[in-house]
């Protein structure tokens, strides 16, 4: 997503957030409109569907300071049944990255 | 084991959940659901545009609080729909809005009529869904209901392949309707913390909005204000919380707000936010807006805290469980220096719209109707000029009377959504207060409302113009205005009359007062036309961008036209 200067992140910096889905697909068009809506960068987003439609998104976003409420956000879609914020480097994400190489 | 077509699952899934009445358009892609829908206890009104269809239902849904039901085919039905599931979204109105797909096989080929319907609602509805299988049904139109009431209500956008709709399915038995979760009530830990800050407080102030208006109890809202010795300010969404007469209630504030209650906002030092969302169009400028205040903000959508205001104590709730819960824990003291100076704000600072008393200017004829038709009535609006003048003097002494696109602002509401408040409440009056603009934008419905013979009163404020933004021309962009006057002007009577209403012309009455209570106390609908002149403004205004305490007032105003 290209954004323009005066939209760049006040601080600069990485915050991962790992969702559990009810429907994983579903979930990577809602998780990815709410971020477009709000103005988030979005770094990478790693879609891990599991037996039955659930399964988790790994999201990689600038840390402009408002990741808490995007958090929050997130956990209320419907198609989300939790949000986390995770520790970076996540191997999932640094991987499509090009950070490290994959766990 | 029961076994049914999509379509009949649908349409006895809404008759399950007590929907007697759902509004659309049919087209190729919806016509199972049709068929479906006229086989159960359900009216289908059929309304002359999908945008029409959309505000109709939220209409109903406004004065009913529980989801409503649109229907739109696909394709150009679905987009007409867009607009109304916005709005519906902006201020958080429970609607099921089901739309019509072409056939699975045919998802992807830019078939006739085909459109990204789920695509296209993401971003403007609470939640959506494509639904690929007949069975899923069972699961989805419950939770569709579900979702559109619980927690902050909102659209729910269900988007059918047609042949899904035709598609047989075999299944144990019909699920149970969907039903809200219960409402939400804040950690003890966080209402104790907001109590104190409350109880510290020595001029407090209570912001209400459109949460408090739907669900907290006024009298709640009274004993609290009483409790911290506070005024009551509305949002226009809030409006009808308390009546205007009562003694807590300050007005409504924001861009067109009453002075007093703009003023107030700069010198509290609490506010208590109930229901609101700290709207640009409330606040004004934002890093202004209460700029030595403590904020607690009671919202049952934890994506509001902190969104547009950082908050001291978020109270993640239901309004009206939230006080009831607080109220206790707030010891009642008297502050007579903050007592002293609302009383002194409102003693220096009233609300004095011109006109009152002449029924043919727009401020007087809004109390002389709203005289005529008692407090029991609906209003409607839509969006403008009109809207702030309804907003200012509208005597509402309840919450749910006064209908308005609030959020998204949308011209062409105003008609529509008083036809779905005369269905959804028969017999009681409606008002709808538009202006020639916004009537155009959805005049079409006029044809449906003639068709339903429905007690709603059209009050058509005819300047010629886009009044609120010739006024922000004048104000703002150097009295040029491009684009805001229309050349032609229809003749509104004369088309009412063509719809099949019976009309009036107050330019041509003898007797303006008279002819407008014969017109108010006949059966069935009416279109009331007023001139006013497009250089009538309305005050205060809060300049873009500015604080809420530096409005432009009549009085010293040099007109910039």
Same mark, same amino acid.
């Given at each position: 997503? #290209?954004?323009?200067?005066?939209?760049?992140?006040?601080?600069?910096?990485?915050?991962?957030?790992?969702?559990?889905?009810?429907?994983?697909?579903?979930?990577?068009?809602?998780?990815?409109?709410?971020?477009?809506?709000?103005?988030?960068?979005?770094?990478?987003?790693?879609?891990?569907?599991?037996?039955?439609? #659930?399964?988790?998104?790994?999201?990689?976003?600038?840390?402009?300071?408002?990741?808490?409420?995007?958090?929050?956000?997130?956990?209320?879609?419907?198609?989300? #049944? #939790?949000?986390?914020?995770?520790?970076?480097?996540?191997?999932?994400?640094?991987?499509?990255?090009?950070?490290?190489?994959?766990? | 084991?029961?076994?049914?077509?999509?379509?009949?699952?649908?349409?006895?899934?809404?008759?399950?959940?007590?929907?007697?009445?759902?509004?659309?358009?049919?087209?190729?892609?919806?016509?199972?659901?049709?068929?479906?829908?006229?086989?159960?206890?359900?009216?289908?009104?059929?309304?002359?545009?999908?945008?029409?269809?959309?505000?109709?239902?939220?209409?109903?849904?406004?004065?009913?609080?529980?989801?409503?039901?649109?229907?739109?085919?696909?394709?150009?039905?679905?987009?007409?729909?867009?607009?109304?599931?916005?709005?519906? *979204?902006?201020?958080?109105?429970?609607?099921?809005?089901?739309?019509?797909?072409?056939?699975?096989?045919?998802?992807?080929?830019?078939? !006739?009529?085909?459109?990204?319907?789920?695509?296209?609602?993401?971003?403007?509805?609470?939640? /959506?869904?494509?639904?690929?299988?007949?069975?899923?049904?069972?699961?989805?139109?419950?939770?569709?209901?579900?979702?559109?009431?619980?927690?902050?209500?909102?659209? +729910?956008?269900?988007?059918?392949?047609?042949?899904?709709?035709?598609?047989?399915?075999?299944?144990?038995?019909?699920?149970?309707?969907?039903?809200?979760?219960?409402?939400?009530?804040?950690?003890?830990?966080?209402?104790?913390?907001?109590?104190?800050?409350?109880?510290?407080?020595?001029?407090?102030?209570?912001?209400?909005? &459109?949460?408090?208006?739907?669900?907290?109890?006024?009298?709640?809202?009274?004993?609290?204000?009483?409790?911290?010795?506070?005024? +009551?300010?509305?949002?226009?969404?809030?409006?009808?919380?308390?009546?205007?007469?009562?003694?807590? /209630?300050?007005?409504?504030?924001?861009?067109?707000?009453?002075?007093?209650?703009?003023?107030?906002?700069?010198?509290?030092?609490?506010?208590?936010? +109930?229901?609101?969302?700290?709207?640009?169009?409330?606040?004004?400028?934002? *890093?202004?807006?209460?700029?030595?205040?403590?904020?607690?903000?009671?919202?049952?959508?934890?994506?509001?805290?902190?969104?547009?205001?950082?908050?001291?104590?978020?109270?993640?709730?239901?309004?009206?469980?939230?006080?009831?819960?607080?109220?206790?824990?707030?010891?009642?003291?008297?502050?007579?220096?903050?007592?002293?100076?609302?009383? &002194?704000?409102?003693?220096?600072?009233?609300?004095?719209?011109?006109?009152?008393?002449?029924?043919?200017?727009?401020?007087?004829?809004?109390?002389?109707i709203?005289?005529?038709v008692?407090?029991?009535?609906?209003?409607?609006?839509?969006?403008?000029?009109?809207?702030?003048?309804?907003?200012?003097?509208?005597?509402?002494?309840?919450?749910?009377?006064?209908?308005?696109?609030?959020?998204?602002?949308?011209?062409?509401?105003?008609?529509?959504?008083?036809?779905?408040?005369?269905?959804?409440?028969?017999?009681?009056p409606v008002v709808s207060?538009?202006?020639? &603009?916004?009537?155009?934008?959805?005049?079409?419905?006029?044809?449906?409302?003639?068709?339903?013979?429905?007690p709603v009163k059209v009050l058509?404020?005819?300047?010629?113009?886009?009044?609120?933004?010739?006024?922000?021309?004048?104000?703002?962009?150097?009295?040029? !205005?491009?684009?805001?006057?229309?050349?032609?002007?229809?003749?509104?009577?004369?088309?009412?009359?063509?719809?099949?209403?019976?009309?009036?012309?107050?330019?041509?009455?003898?007797?303006?007062?008279?002819?407008?209570?014969?017109a108010l106390?006949?059966?069935?609908p009416t279109?009331i036309?007023?001139?006013?002149?497009?250089?009538?403004?309305?005050?205060?205004?809060?300049?873009?961008?500015?604080?809420?305490?530096?409005?432009?007032?009549?009085?010293?105003?040099?007109?910039?036209?």
């Amino acid at each position: 997503m #290209s954004m323009p200067p005066d939209a760049m992140p006040a601080r600069p910096g990485r915050a991962v957030l790992e969702l559990a889905t009810r429907d994983a697909l579903a979930a990577v068009r809602h998780v990815t409109a709410l971020l477009v809506r709000r103005a988030y960068p979005l770094l990478a987003l790693a879609c891990l569907p599991a037996a039955g439609g #659930s399964g988790r998104l790994v999201v990689a976003v600038a840390d402009d300071g408002r990741v808490p409420r995007l958090a929050v956000e997130l956990a209320h879609l419907p198609e989300v #049944s #939790s949000a986390r914020l995770e520790e970076w480097p996540l191997p999932d994400l640094a991987a499509l990255l090009g950070e490290v190489p994959a766990a | 084991m029961p076994q049914a077509t999509g379509a009949r699952i649908i349409a006895h899934c809404l008759a399950r959940q007590g929907i007697t009445t759902v509004t659309g358009i049919p087209g190729g892609a919806n016509l199972p659901l049709f068929d479906a829908l006229a086989a159960e206890p359900i009216r289908i009104i059929l309304a002359r545009h999908e945008q029409g269809a959309g505000f109709i239902s939220q209409g109903m849904a406004r004065v009913t609080g529980r989801p409503q039901v649109c229907v739109a085919t696909s394709g150009p039905g679905a987009m007409n729909l867009l607009t109304a599931i916005a709005d519906a *979204k902006a201020d958080s109105v429970p609607l099921v809005c089901l739309t019509g797909q072409v056939a699975r096989g045919l998802i992807g080929t830019d078939a !006739f009529q085909e459109v990204d319907v789920y695509g296209l609602t993401i971003p403007i509805a609470k939640h /959506n869904y494509l639904v690929r299988r007949a069975a899923d049904l069972l699961r989805v139109i419950p939770e569709a209901f579900r979702i559109a009431a619980s927690g902050r209500p909102g659209p +729910v956008v269900v988007d059918l392949p047609r042949d899904v709709q035709t598609e047989e399915v075999l299944f144990e038995a019909w699920p149970e309707p969907g039903r809200p979760d219960l409402p939400a009530a804040p950690e003890p830990a966080e209402l104790t913390k907001a109590a104190a800050l409350l109880a510290r407080a020595e001029r407090p102030l209570l912001y209400c909005g &459109g949460g408090a208006a739907r669900s907290a109890d006024p009298e709640a809202v009274a004993a609290l204000a009483d409790a911290l010795d506070a005024p +009551v300010l509305t949002t226009l969404m809030g409006l009808g919380l308390l009546p205007p007469d009562h003694p807590r /209630n300050l007005g409504m504030l924001g861009m067109h707000g009453a002075p007093a209650a703009n003023i107030a906002l700069a010198s509290c030092d609490l506010l208590l936010a +109930v229901g609101a969302r700290f709207d640009d169009r409330a606040t004004g400028d934002a *890093k202004r807006f209460c700029p030595d205040a403590a904020v607690v903000h009671i919202d049952i959508d934890p994506t509001e805290h902190h969104k547009n205001r950082r908050a001291r104590v978020a109270l993640a709730g239901d309004a009206g469980r939230t006080l009831e819960a607080l109220l206790p824990l707030v010891p009642a003291r008297p502050r007579p220096d903050w007592a002293a100076h609302i009383a &002194g704000l409102r003693r220096d600072h009233p609300s004095t719209p011109p006109g009152l008393d002449d029924v043919k200017s727009p401020y007087g004829i809004l109390t002389a109707i709203a005289a005529a038709v008692g407090p029991e009535a609906i209003v409607t609006t839509d969006v403008g000029q009109g809207q702030m003048r309804a907003a200012q003097v509208w005597p509402c002494r309840r919450p749910g009377r006064f209908l308005t696109s609030g959020g998204l602002g949308t011209m062409g509401f105003g008609l529509p959504a008083a036809i779905g408040a005369a269905l959804a409440e028969p017999g009681t009056p409606v008002v709808s207060v538009v202006g020639d &603009g916004g009537l155009l934008m959805n005049v079409q419905e006029l044809a449906t409302l003639a068709e339903l013979d429905l007690p709603v009163k059209v009050l058509v404020l005819d300047n010629g113009c886009l009044g609120l933004v010739r006024q922000q021309q004048a104000f703002f962009c150097g009295g040029r !205005f491009p684009g805001s006057t229309f050349d032609a002007r229809p003749d509104f009577p004369a088309l009412a009359e063509a719809f099949g209403l019976a009309a009036l012309d107050l330019e041509h009455a003898r007797d303006p007062r008279d002819a407008l209570q014969t017109a108010l106390a006949a059966p069935g609908p009416t279109l009331i036309r007023l001139v006013v002149d497009p250089d009538a403004y309305v005050y205060p205004m809060v300049p873009p961008g500015a604080a809420n305490n530096e409005m432009i007032l009549e009085e010293n105003h040099v007109h910039a036209a």
